[in-house]
């Protein structure tokens, strides 16, 4: 594998090799990464590097783009048959761009925006001081519910009748629980916002419809390819017809450059994979693969956001266990389970501690497991939390998870 990169640079090469180790031999939790395909990843490395191609299909600043102009018309029809959207750009370099253009497109510096707040399961796109939304946006934040842990419309109503966002974000990176998009777009409607829904976690449950779908009622969705989707590392919006024009302008030229047009090619061959019966299926083992690992992580005393889950994720309260997010991250990488650390709702450790980690489906999901499997870890974590003085009792655990993961061989052809 990687005969050039070895011929060429020994260093990368080491490095690329140690990484394909590591991602076959942890038991990969991150709720927001996948494996994806042999075909992605040949796409994403092809020739399709090579080539300038700023503008749009038929509309570029280069020539000799007739070939990468065919990628691009492919990627955006599949994407608009894929969520049964009007329209779709494909050339956002990742989902935080994709963002930025949304929002550019809709507001000036200055206005106001209103998302979930990062402490509460939101992204840092929404509006976070340090990241350029709330460098040039006025936000305000909506939270979720002391107790319940899940979003309140009315609250989320009054709130925005009293600041007058001028647009309305809805979508999460730690948010366990489905979304009232109809009521969104009537608080939206009410204040005069422009709704604009980030599914960036959730697009390939949404593809693969087993999740309800914003598309019908948001006027803007931003998504990532590279979560549930499982595809190349990226970027898309979904738009209607009316609103196509000003998405396009504010994505080039108003914040990108060149096209990467190998991973838009690589985005098309995603949406091919998501429109196959397989991918439902896929979908659907993601989520039952969720419910199974939420059922037994509560069977083991583990407090969850919200008591459980409606999506690919769940977001463990390590607090009652005696541990913080940051205890059980290193915990768990110990011994071969990959998560990241995670405020929950209400925390009182800052976000380099947390009192909790995210735990998700997909990747696993992509690998075969199901939900014996689910509970096998739910069993190890518990374990490895009432062990974690006792390195031979970490040690033995962490052979159960490599055990675990030669059951599921990850990229065989490589
Ligand atoms: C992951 C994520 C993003 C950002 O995507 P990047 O490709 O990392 O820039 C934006 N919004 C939400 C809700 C996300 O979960």
């Known amino acids: 594998m990687y005969d050039a990169v070895h011929e060429t640079d020994p260093e990368i090469a080491a490095i690329l090799e140690a990484e394909l180790g590591r991602q076959r031999d942890q038991l990969e939790m991150i709720a927001s990464e996948n494996f994806t ?3 992605v990843l040949e796409t994403v490395g092809s020739v399709l590097t090579n080539k300038y191609a ?9 020539g000799g783009c007739v070939h990468v102009d065919e990628a691009e018309l492919l990627a955006k029809r599949r994407a608009c048959e894929l969520f049964e959207a009007e329209r779709a750009n494909v050339q956002p370099h990742s989902g935080s761009t994709a963002n930025m253009t949304a929002y550019c497109a809709f507001a000036e510096p200055g206005d106001k925006i209103m998302g979930l707040s990062l402490s509460h399961g939101g992204h840092l796109t929404h509006g976070h001081p340090v990241n350029f939304s709330g460098l040039l946006f006025q936000a305000v934040h909506y939270e979720v519910e002391p107790g319940s842990e899940v979003i309140d419309y009315d609250r989320m109503r009054e709130q925005a009748k009293k600041e007058q966002p001028r647009i309305l974000i809805g979508g999460a990176s730690a948010y366990p629980r489905t979304w009232d998009y109809a009521a969104m777009r009537s608080i939206a409607d009410e204040v005069g916002a422009v709704f604009i829904f980030d599914m960036a ?34 970027g898309v919006i979904l738009c209607t017809k009316e609103n196509l024009k000003a998405i396009n302008k504010l994505n080039f030229p108003g914040m990108q450059g060149g096209p990467l047009m190998h991973v838009i090619a690589a985005k098309a061959v995603c949406f091919h994979q998501c429109l196959q019966p397989e991918f439902r299926d896929y979908a659907q083992r993601t989520l039952d693969n969720a419910q199974a690992l939420a059922a037994a992580l509560l069977e083991k005393g583990f407090e969850l956001a919200s008591g459980g889950t409606d999506n690919h994720l769940v977001l463990v309260n390590c607090k009652p266990r005696g541990l913080t997010g940051k205890e059980m991250e290193e915990l768990l990488e110990h011994v071969g389970i990959t998560c990241n650390k995670n405020t929950v709702p209400f925390d009182e450790e800052s976000p380099f501690v947390t009192s909790g980690v995210r735990l998700g489906t997909p990747a696993l999901t992509t690998r075969g497991m199901g939900p014996d499997e689910m509970r096998r870890i739910a069993d190890i974590m518990d374990r490895a939390v009432t062990s974690r003085e006792d390195e031979d009792a970490l040690a033995r655990l962490r052979g159960e998870t490599e055990a675990l993961g030669r059951d599921f061989p990850l990229y065989p052809e490589l």
């Open 201 to 234: 976690h959730i697009a390939g449950l949404v593809a693969g419809k087993v999740h309800p779908s914003p598309v019908p009622h948001a006027d803007v969705v931003t998504s990532t390819t590279h979560k549930t989707l499982r595809g190349p590392r990226g």
């Open 54 to 62: 700023e503008g749009y299909p038929k509309k570029r600043y280069y």
């Open 37 to 39: 395909s042999p075909a």
